[in-house]
C-alpha cells in the first residue's frame, strides 16, 4: 500500500465509479488472469475471477496447493517463472509476508498481491476506501475506527496506511496484546487514539471498521481462545453512534458482528464485498491496459 499516491488512490476510484456505470465486457477479450492462492479465500479469489471475467478475460488457477507442485516441492521462484508464460497478470495470496513482492520482482508480468500473511491485503483497501466514499461522499473529515485483531489483521495495516493521505482521524480499539504494531504507528503521519473501549469509540466514529481475531495467525490456540469474542458489536451498542455511522468488515465474519447488525442502516459490509468485484476489474482494466 505504501507504493500508491493520494492521486493515484483517487483515480483508482473514480476509474472504479466509471467501470461500474458502463458496459466494458469486451475490455480484456484474450487475456488470461492466474490466481496462486495458498491461503483459503472466498471473496478475493471469486471477485477477482468476477472481475476478470466481466472484463471479457479468461481466469486460470490454483486455490490448492497440495493439488499443485507445490506440494511436490517447487519453489515459488519457479512456480511464477512458468506462470508468468501462461498469463498476462499474476493475483497471489500467501502466508508469507512478502511473499508477493517476492514474486513481483521476480516476474515479467504484473502481480497483485491478494493477502501476504499478516502484512498487507491492498485490494481489500483500495474496495474499503470506494466504499466509504460511495457512502459518505468523502474521506477528508471521517473519524474512523478500526477494531479487533490490529496486530495481525492484513486489512487495517494496508488501510491505515492509505487513510495516511487524508485528513482523517484513527481510533484503533484492541486489548493490548493485539495493538497495531508500533512500526506502522510510527510511519502514521495523521491524529490516532488507541483504546480498549469500544463503546466509548462507537460514539466518536463515523465509520466502524469491524475485523475477526486471525486465528491461523496464532502460535499458541490456548491464547486464542482467551481472546475470540473479546469484541461483539451488537445492535443495542449502536444506540449512542451517530445516525450516520457506516459498519464495514472485510469478512469472514466470525462472531465480532451480530447478525441483528446486518438490517440496520449503519450495516454496509456486504455492499462492501459486492464493491471488490468492481474495484478489481478497475485495477484489472489499469493493469492491463484495457482502457480507452
Ligand atoms: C480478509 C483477509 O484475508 O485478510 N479477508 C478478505 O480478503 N476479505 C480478512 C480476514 O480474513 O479476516
Redesign the pocket.
Known sequence: MREFSKEELLYLIELAKKIESSDNSDLLKGKVLTTLFYEP?T??KLSFESAMKRLGGKVIGFSNPKESSVAKGETLFDTTKMVEGYSDVIVIRHPIEGAARLVAESSDVPVINA?DGANQ?PT?TLLDLFTIVKSKGKLDGLTITMVGDLIN???VHSLAHALSHFDVKLIFVSPKILKMPQDLLDELTIPYEETEDLQEAIKKSDILYM??I?KERFPDPVVYESLKGVYVLNKSMLKEAKKDLKVMH???RVDEIATDVDSTEHAIYFEQAHNGAIMRQALLALLLGGLK
Do not use: A, I
Open positions: 479465500s471473496r478475493t493477502g491485503h481489500q489483521g492484513r486489512t475485523t475477526r486471525q472485510p469478512l469472514p
